[in-house]
């Protein structure tokens, strides 16, 4: 099965800094997401990506997809208490077929620091 | 647009009775609904998956009899916990997707069993 690794688990930054975070598969990639989730809460879609090299921004945050489509990095500009939360990458398992099962990070902790 | 709801958001049982949660569709077609558990500072681990008329994929390790999951209608999937032990207190969340659609996931459920 395909395995994600986030880096790092936990991450604490200042107010106004950038910070980055990472999700590495074994495999390649088929369809890669990204949600926020607050502890005790659901799941917040943020993005999804498809294509080699592809990348999406939404107000401040940036996520990208490598060529190999192996890796995805999440980077978020000038950082805000609101966006702490765990943030989770997501893949799927399979190329083809409805609805494709995810398969989850084990996370990244973000904490802002006002 | 794409809300799932869930209810109920918290419930406590005592151990050896059965407890249902519902996951809903609120403004579109969910065809497939998956149904994760998440423990306390862990990734989400996917149980089963089910499509709308048909019966439940469990996961392996994760027992259909103690985990019954139907989802009758384009809107709506349950999950039963048969009768309920200490162990299988978690949060449990759903995600619902339309097709090749982006899952959007419920806000969870946190089951205590006493």
């Known amino acids: 099965s395909q395995e994600l690794e986030q880096s790092p688990q936990s991450l604490i930054v200042q107010e106004g800094k950038n910070l980055t975070i990472n999700c590495t598969s074994s495999?390649?990639?088929?369809?890669l997401y990204w949600y926020k989730q607050k502890y005790g809460e659901g799941l917040i879609f943020l993005m999804m990506?498809?294509?080699?090299?592809e990348e999406k921004s939404h107000e401040k945050i940036t996520a990208k997809l490598d060529e190999k489509k192996q890796q995805s990095s999440l980077h978020i500009t000038a950082s805000q208490p609101s966006h702490a939360g765990i943030y989770l990458c997501?893949?799927?398992?399979?190329?083809?077929?409805?609805?494709?099962?995810?398969?989850f990070g084990s996370g990244t902790q973000l904490t802002v620091l006002p | 647009g794409a809300v799932v709801s869930q209810h109920p958001s918290r419930v406590i049982c005592k151990s050896g009775t059965s407890v249902k949660i519902e996951c809903r569709s609120l403004?579109?077609?969910?065809?497939?609904m998956f149904w994760y558990r998440q423990f306390p500072k862990k990734s989400l681990m996917l149980m089963a998956t089910?499509?709308?008329?048909?019966?439940?994929?469990?996961e392996q390790g994760v027992e259909k009899d103690k985990f019954l999951i139907n989802h009758a209608s384009l809107t709506l999937s349950t999950l039963t916990v048969t009768s309920a032990h200490p162990e299988d207190s978690s949060f449990y969340i759903c995600?619902?997707?339309?097709?090749?659609?982006?899952?959007?996931f419920g806000p969870g459920t946190r089951l205590t069993v006493l």
């Open positions: 995600s619902a997707s339309g097709g090749l659609d982006t899952q959007y």
């Open positions: 495999k390649t990639l088929y369809g």
């Open positions: 990506l498809q294509k080699g090299g």
């Open positions: 997501g893949a799927n398992q399979i190329s083809s077929g409805s609805a494709r099962q995810l398969t």
């Open positions: 403004d579109f077609q969910a065809t497939t």
């Open positions: 089910s499509n709308e008329g048909s019966k439940a994929t469990y």
